[in-house]
């Protein structure tokens, strides 16, 4: 069965401070990995696609990595603006289009 | 990218009542799917819905409690039935785009049953 599992569950950073937040993945074949930000009352917004092993994906202060068990999605010196639920889904081979999520890091950064 | 307008964006309703929620694509997509998103949980999908074609049901979910149509490759509704306060949560919708595998998210329906 396909699972992710997202780390950390919280974190808080000063601006400026720059972190990685982790999505661990098992899934039988892997069509494709993606990154959502979440605002409060607000649906899952794209950031990024990753289909394969060692694939990087670059957005402003953002940076997607994929290996074969993992994702990081890597924060740069961010900014408040950044505070948001990071969501990460991967979606199988199967041919069902299923796209299973994590749970999410919600990321709060200090001014 | 799609743009999906989902109405409505929220509502409050007695308990053994019905909802339904639409949504609409501003271009035809194929894939279509409805999420639901409890307070502070991430997404769990409730069912796909192809134009032409019965939705496909996720386990735990019947359609009794949630039918949805899908009569063309724009538009789908979702009604959530003789609701409970149990389905209290947001509800979303979500296209994939032809040719494409990123799905894009609707606003939501922030439904609360009372």
């Known amino acids: 069965e396909d699972q992710v599992t997202q780390s950390p569950e919280a974190l808080r950073l000063q601006e400026g401070e720059s972190s990685s937040l982790n999505c661990s993945y098992t899934v039988s074949g892997l069509r494709g990995l993606f990154w959502y930000r979440q605002d409060p009352g607000k649906g899952p917004e794209f950031l990024f696609t990753l289909y394969s092993a060692g694939e990087e994906k670059e957005k402003e202060r953002l940076k997607a990595t994929l290996t074969k068990k993992e994702s990081f999605l890597h924060i740069t010196a961010p900014k408040p603006e950044d505070s948001a639920t990071y969501l990460c889904?991967?979606?199988?081979?199967?041919?069902?289009?299923?796209?299973?999520f994590g749970t999410g890091t919600r990321l709060k950064v200090l001014a | 990218s799609a743009v999906i307008s989902q109405k409505p964006s929220r509502d409050i309703c007695q308990r053994g009542t019905s909802l339904t929620i639409q949504c609409q694509v501003d271009s035809q997509v194929t894939m279509m799917f409805w999420y639901r998103q409890q307070p502070g949980q991430s997404l769990t999908l409730i069912a796909t819905?192809?134009?032409?074609?019965?939705?496909?049901?996720e386990s735990g979910f019947v359609i009794d409690k949630f039918p949805i149509s899908r009569p063309n490759l724009t538009f789908s509704t979702l009604t959530v039935s003789n609701m409970s306060p149990e389905d209290s949560s947001i509800y979303l919708c979500?296209?994939?785009?032809?040719?494409?595998?990123?799905?894009?998210f609707g606003q939501g329906t922030r439904l609360t049953v009372v």
């Open positions: 979500s296209v994939e785009e032809r040719g494409g595998s990123e799905a894009f």
């Open positions: 889904a991967v979606q199988d081979t199967s041919g069902t289009y299923k796209y299973i």
């Open positions: 819905a192809n134009q032409g074609s019965e939705a496909t049901y």
